[in-house]
């Protein structure tokens, strides 16, 4: 490393002579945006060390050689097969001169879906609010959040990024915690209640236009459960935009065929969780979004399946789902129950013929047109005054969505036990209402403590500024 190109010759010219020295041109990956959306592009092999043990088989199956460099990480590993290029061939003849058999050609461009200028907006929003939000009270377990922005009729991925920030020696340092988007699950709470209002609507369980008084419900031997204040009477559009807990309990109730009474033992009279998992998936929650990146998770199941329990997924707080789940639900109702496949790839080029990637819908929700649309008509007044979502996105976009609050448990000793209750934050939306062109997911974890009088606003903060952005760039 570090020769001139005289020494280089020199060195080249007397290997045959030189026993035990070999020259050879190697390169280095550059990240012409720095740290901008690094960890996602991800990194190759060393030429000192080729193909990791860990990825050894893999590769060797693609008739690698072990001294090849090759991606380990991310897209350089997801896309290896396009970026490798092919080496150029050499006959060793018996003076060990070398004759050119065939040349070798580079590897080929790919196109990401990335818009790098929104990127490096959002990240920087990100870490802004970050800084701002730990100066705030009760924001000890707060440290990361994530934004994923969209295409929902392509499934393109417009920006993607998480970020999480740590105090070392009173300085904050802020680290790319973007592969938490897909391989992190989280609690999202009452974000998924346009899932859950679709159950209700395909089972009867839920008529459009019903009204139902937003009361506690109490189960034997558990304490009340409530929404997060007394709504009054609602129907299913008020129920959405005032975010009810209480009216999707109503909802559970009839899937499982109860009765509901005060202080009654629950008995599920059927397969209620499989029935709402079913359609929940429909959506992308608690399955695979199939992004082309390695190590995706489908989510986190509950394991218990005791019966009280369901009335907690009916509010998104028991079983959880990755950020890039949330995003895929939210675009596939913007999308009218058209699931995407969520893609990073764009084209790419085989020598000078371009490829464009196809959009691939997964699956279509099954349900009535009329729900799909009660649901956003829904989201939509949740955007208006008044609504869970006001001032999350400026209502000249004409804005649907949906906010989620939950309380989340954390680990706070190392100790592989959760001690401490905290609350999360999500938002998901999409514009505009009508003709929906993006959608936007922010997701921000263990915000403040639980029952604490005071809470951080972070996570509108970071909706507003990032929709506030891609209009912007999007005029």
């Known amino acids: 490393k570090d020769v001139t190109e005289k020494e280089y010759a020199l060195i080249s010219e007397k290997a045959s002579e030189l026993n035990g020295f070999n020259t050879k041109l190697d390169w ?21 060390k080729g193909i990791p043990e860990d990825l050894k088989d893999y590769y060797i199956k693609k008739g690698y050689s072990l001294n090849d460099r090759v ?20 006959k060793v003849n018996k003076d060990n001169s070398l004759e050119l058999v065939s040349y070798g050609k580079k590897g080929n461009d790919i196109y990401l879906t990335i818009d790098i200028e929104l990127q490096q907006e959002v990240e920087k929003i990100l870490e802004e609010e970050l800084l701002k939000a730990k100066k705030e009270a009760n924001t000890t377990y707060y440290n990361r959040s994530f934004v994923i922005i969209t295409d929902p009729k392509t499934g393109e991925i417009l920006a993607m990024t998480g970020k999480q920030i740590v105090f070392i020696n009173n300085i904050p340092t802020f680290y790319d915690y973007t592969p938490g988007i897909f391989t992190a699950p989280v609690t999202v709470g009452s974000a998924i209640k346009g899932a859950s209002h679709i159950v209700g609507y395909n089972t009867g369980a839920l008529q459009i236009g019903e009204v139902r008084n937003d009361n506690c419900v109490k189960l034997k031997s558990a304490p009340s459960k409530c929404s997060w204040k007394y709504l009054g009477r609602i129907d299913d559009l008020k129920a959405l935009k005032l975010s009810s807990n209480t009216y999707q309990f109503y909802t559970a109730f009839k899937v499982a065929n109860v009765n509901y009474y005060y202080d009654m033992p629950l008995v599920l009279n059927n397969d209620t969780f499989k029935i709402y998992r079913d359609t929940f998936k429909q959506f992308g929650l608690g399955t695979k979004t199939e992004i082309d990146l390695p190590n995706e998770s489908d989510g986190l199941q509950g394991s218990n399946d005791k019966s009280g329990l369901i009335l907690d997924f009916a509010i998104g707080q028991y079983d959880n789902y990755t950020p890039l789940q949330l995003s895929q639900y939210i675009s596939t109702i913007a999308n009218n129950g058209s699931r995407m496949k969520f893609h990073l790839l764009k084209k790419y080029f085989v020598g000078d013929i371009k490829k464009q990637v196809n959009d691939v819908e997964l699956n279509k929700v ?17 955007m208006e005054i008044g609504g869970t979502g006001s001032g999350y996105i400026n209502t000249i976009y004409k804005p649907a969505g949906k906010t989620g609050t939950s309380q989340s448990f954390i680990d706070t000793n190392d100790d592989n036990l959760v001690d401490t209750e905290t609350v999360s934050n999500t938002f998901v939306a999409y514009a505009p209402f009508d003709d929906p062109k993006v959608t936007f997911t922010v997701v921000s974890p263990d915000t403040y403590d639980y029952g604490s009088s005071y809470q951080t606003y972070v996570n509108k903060r970071i909706s507003k500024k990032i929709s506030e952005k891609y209009f912007e760039i999007y005029k």
């Open 28 to 48: 280095e990956r550059v990240y012409p945006y720095g740290n901008t959306f690094k960890s996602i592009l991800g990194s190759v092999s060393s030429s000192e």
């Open 71 to 90: 991606g380990t990480s991310y897209i350089e590993y997801e896309y290896d097969d396009y970026l490798k290029g092919v080496k150029s061939k050499y």
């Open 366 to 382: 099954i349900t009535e047109q009329k729900y799909l649309d009660r649901v956003k008509e829904g989201f939509r007044q949740v």
